[in-house]
């Protein structure tokens, strides 16, 4: 049997699709109702309740913590405050991206820090000689996401920590009714949202406390398709989808660098000595060969396509995780990962690896569509990310 | 001469590598002719009812290494053959516990992460690694061996090729494949894990078939083996032969007859005749004699060269190379019919582990130990076992409820002190009963029936001299331009029209049918 996650006594009921997924040998709810749409909504107009205990999540210890974890990200986490949360991907000596993940700074000392795969062996084998304890703490900690419009409003009323001074990616020790939590402002949702860490065993006790509180302000329990949806339109990547981790890529061009994956912000050379250090300062001075943008799939060539088999355009209902050409003329210069048509955006979208030189926004590409069996080619234009930036994800 | 008809080929051992170079030199036109010594074809991949009722695998038990394109080229699965999935294996521990690797990724994960989660992280980056060299030194496998001190066009073209290839290999791979060639599987292993029966097992596939224990130079090759199968692109060609392994021969069989091929059983051959330093036939037992214009050997080195074959014919140097080929049994087999499963102490009852395999192997000290006292003439007292319940997997091999074990045994050696006799051969069962009911403590009143196969049963029934099962064992200085003679790779022999297409060649060892399908291609290009 697959683990149920520690709330898993709770989500299973819910589940009226029966639906489920593995998410890192977790089952985990792809949606509670027959249809992810409420869910996906809950997201962005009212509160979902998103159970994310799968993450992987290790614990980083010692008076060396900071020196160790600044020569694994590509941050500069000396620049990371105390309570500050940094998102970030760490590479290989070759420049490529292992993983990506949340960096948080519990304690001048202490940080936890969340990732796709599993990184104990990683870290620990850098780890080596330094003053600091690494500690996978992913089954003892569970970790649920609030996220949507109302998420505030719900802590508030249950939660002592004072919520309306914790910004965009800071967190917060509290107690949510009697439960000890740490909140931290971030999400996989591109809104205004937390995730709440909390003892295993106490795990259950959160989940009613939130449902409970949550009821007068719309809370959702929602699944991964509607989280999917709402972290393409963040323009967020996803692990294993998006990119290939460096680990599990069997041939060097499945691997990207994270200014490929136009992660190149979060790349900071000026700091000292990191792993991978060299090869991303050669890629910075010649540039990126590749670089992920995002795809709108434009309506008038959608619906022409469709026309011509008497049908108006036909839309994804979920999203997508498949490998998708993209064009430049005749030539194939990319390929898009994911893809989803956002309800708020009133868009088709997409995530792709374009090749730099057809990277620049505005260029007017080709995304390959499938109309009545037969492969088409629809106009589409490259954009910035994310796609959907609400001011409240920050306010 | 009682050759009423002429053979384009007459083929000298119906095991699965003759029958695979029947097959394939029928389908090329050719009129064929296989002798098989025994009253059914498959040599060491048989099937047998020993006691009634219940179908033994009675020595290889598993197919791993069959050739896809042999799969493919003779259509062996409209010829019957169906191979099921060995989905995991299961190392019983001494303390009651127990390391499980199941078919799910997930579930192996975490079963691994119980014992060491450095461990379960490292297993994937190991696959990974095993994925890349598998697929590096995938050509050698498919490629007649070169010359490497020839002059040849041909040796040197093929030579050429390899070096281009591996000038393509990522440094990295270069040297994890250059410290796989020169280690011992438990060196290799103690650079990657920390779990004790994690190693062991794995170790243990780096020692199958050789006189070598986990920690002898030169082990860590074999590791790499058992990847191969892995990259061929044929999901699940790896497994448990409906019927049991004496169905691939029997698939094999029909392919070949369906080609047009002969087979003959019961007919031993005991002399190759050779005319002017040609072979020109052979000489049966009963004194028949039958014409030939080629004439292959898929019986060992020794056999082929040292029975069949007047001395005078071959050179010196050549015959004593032959004589120095090392071919040293090491492994037995134990199969018994059951009237009830065994219950593991570690997982009680029935489960699905009991449809993969058991692997008795703690720890490396256990397995070194196991070999210390082979070294020294004895069988281990307390051996490694490789273990699978084929009736699991094919309710079909035993009665219903009922079922068939069968144990593969490492070390029994052939040159045991005072040699084997009917006493030392169910003392070797006892031995092992008893080391296994240390993990089922139910065995012993479960067994119906008893078959324990010694080396030197393997080589007296089923021709494997020594009984060394891959003909030769597989170690470097036996493989590719050296198997079984340098300047005799190319299946070629100094006898001109006599070649060679068992186990003793290139690629050689399991039940792959490469050498079979090589040695037929090579004999195809001389005319």
């Given amino acids: 049997m697959l683990r149920g996650t520690p709330f898993h006594t709770r989500t299973a009921p819910l589940c009226q699709a029966q639906n489920w997924r593995r998410w890192a040998g977790y089952v985990v709810a792809s949606s509670y109702e027959l249809t992810h749409e409420h869910e996906y909504h809950a997201i962005r107009s009212a509160a979902a309740l998103i159970d994310v205990s799968p993450l992987y999540k290790y614990l980083i210890r010692g008076s060396d913590a900071e020196r160790f974890i600044n020569h694994v990200v590509t941050r500069d986490v000396s620049k990371c405050a105390v309570h500050q949360v940094m998102y970030g991907p760490w590479c290989d000596e070759a420049g490529k991206v292992i993983d990506d993940g949340t960096l948080q700074r519990l304690g001048e000392d202490s940080f936890r820090l969340t990732s796709g795969e599993p990184n104990l062996r990683w870290l620990q084998d850098i780890a080596v000689g330094l003053r600091v304890s690494i500690e996978d703490d992913s089954d003892a900690t569970a970790a649920l996401a609030l996220q949507g419009p109302t998420s505030r409003d719900i802590l508030k009323d249950i939660c002592d920590a004072d919520l309306d001074q914790l910004k965009f990616f800071r967190l917060t020790f509290g107690r949510i009714t009697d439960i000890p939590v740490t909140i931290t402002r971030t999400g996989y949702t591109g809104d205004l949202g937390y995730e709440i860490w909390v003892e295993t065993a106490q795990a259950i006790r959160l989940w009613d406390a939130l449902l409970d509180a949550g009821r007068p302000h719309g809370i959702t329990p929602t699944g991964i398709l509607a989280l999917d949806i709402s972290r393409i339109e963040a323009g967020l990547l996803l692990i294993g989808v998006d990119y290939i981790p460096t680990h599990r890529a069997l041939i060097e061009s499945r691997k990207s660098s994270p200014f490929e994956l136009g992660l190149g912000w979060a790349v900071r050379l000026e700091k000292d000595g990191f792993v991978g250090r060299s090869a991303l300062m050669d890629e910075w001075r010649r540039g990126p060969a590749w670089v992920v943008k995002g795809l709108e799939v434009d309506w008038g060539s959608l619906e022409r396509n469709h026309a011509v088999v008497g049908l108006p355009p036909q839309l994804p209902a979920t999203a997508w995780r498949t490998s998708v050409p993209v064009y430049a003329g005749k030539k194939q210069i990319g390929y898009a990962t994911s893809g989803c048509w956002s309800p708020t955006l009133k868009k088709y979208i997409a995530l792709a690896h374009l090749r730099s030189a057809h990277a620049e926004r505005e260029t007017q590409l080709e995304m390959e569509i499938t109309v009545e069996h037969q492969r088409k080619r629809a106009l589409a234009r490259v954009t910035d990310l994310p796609f959907f930036d609400p001011d409240r994800k920050r306010d | ?527």
């Fill in chain 2, 1 to 527: 001469m009682a050759a009423a008809k002429a053979y384009d080929a007459v083929i000298i051992g119906g095991g699965h590598n003759g029958l695979v170079n029947a097959a394939y030199l029928a389908r090329a036109g050719k009129r064929v002719l296989v002798l098989e010594k025994r009253h059914i074809v498959g040599g060491a991949t048989v099937t047998e009812e020993v006691f009634p009722g219940f179908k033994f695998s009675v020595l290889s038990y598993v197919v791993s290494l069959l050739r896809p394109e042999i799969i493919r080229e003779l259509d062996l699965p409209k010829h019957g053959l169906e191979i099921l999935p060995l989905e995991s294996t299961v190392t019983p521990m001494p303390n009651g516990d127990y390391l499980g690797r199941w078919a799910d990724h997930d579930l192996t994960r975490r079963e691994l992460y119980r014992h060491s989660p450095r461990d379960a992280e490292a297993y994937d980056d190991f696959g990974t690694l095993m994925y890349h060299l598998a697929y590096a030194v995938k050509p050698i496998m498919g490629m007649v061996p070169p010359d490497p001190t020839s002059l040849r066009p041909r040796d040197l073209r093929s030579l050429l090729r390899l070096g281009k290839h591996f000038r393509g290999l990522e440094p990295a791979h270069f040297y994890a494949l250059y410290k796989l060639m020169t280690m011992s599987s438990a060196d290799y292993l103690d650079e990657w894990f920390e779990c004790e029966p994690l190693k062991a097992t794995m170790s243990a596939s780096g020692i199958i078939g050789t006189f070598l224990g986990p920690r002898s130079p030169g082990t860590a090759y074999v590791l790499l083996h058992h990847y191969m199968g892995e990259i061929d692109g044929v999901f699940r060609a790896w497994g448990f032969a409906k019927g049991g392994t004496g169905a691939v021969a029997e698939a094999i069989a029909a392919a070949a007859r369906r080609l047009g091929a002969e087979i003959r059983t019961e007919a031993t051959v005991s002399q190759v005749i050779v005319k002017h330093g040609r072979a020109v036939g052979v000489a049966l037992e009963d004194g028949e004699e039958i014409s030939a214009r080629v004439v292959v050997s898929g019986l060992d080195p020794k056999l082929t060269f040292l029975k069949l074959v007047e001395p005078g014919e071959l050179p010196a140097d050549f015959l004593g190379a032959i004589r120095r080929y090392k071919i040293r049994g090491s492994s037995g087999k134990v199969n018994l019919a059951l009237g009830e499963l065994p219950s593991l102490t570690c997982l009680p009852g029935n489960g699905p582990h009991l449809r993969g395999a058991i692997s008795i192997s703690p720890s490396v000290e256990y397995l070194e130990r196991a070999y210390d006292d082979a070294k020294y003439g004895e069988f281990s007292r307390h051996p490694y076992m490789d273990i699978i319940i084929p009736s699991m997997i094919d309710p079909g091999m035993a009665p219903p409820g009922k079922h068939v074990m069968s144990i593969f045994v490492q070390y029994a050696p052939f040159e045991l002190n005072g040699g084997w006799n009917d006493q030392k051969r169910e003392a070797f069962g006892d031995a092992v009963v008893n080391t296994l009911a240390q993990f089922a403590p139910n065995i012993k009143n479960a067994i119906l029936h008893r078959q324990v196969v010694t080396p030197w049963d393997m080589q007296e029934e089923y021709s494997l001299t020594e009984g060394n099962i891959f003909h030769g064992e597989l170690s470097l200085h036996q493989l590719f331009f050296l198997r079984p003679a340098p300047k005799w790779t190319d299946y070629r022999t100094p006898v001109t029209n006599l070649y060679q297409c068992g186990s003793g060649t290139h690629p050689g060892g399991g039940i792959s049918g490469a050498s079979g399908r090589l040695a037929a291609l090579e004999i195809l290009r001389d005319g």
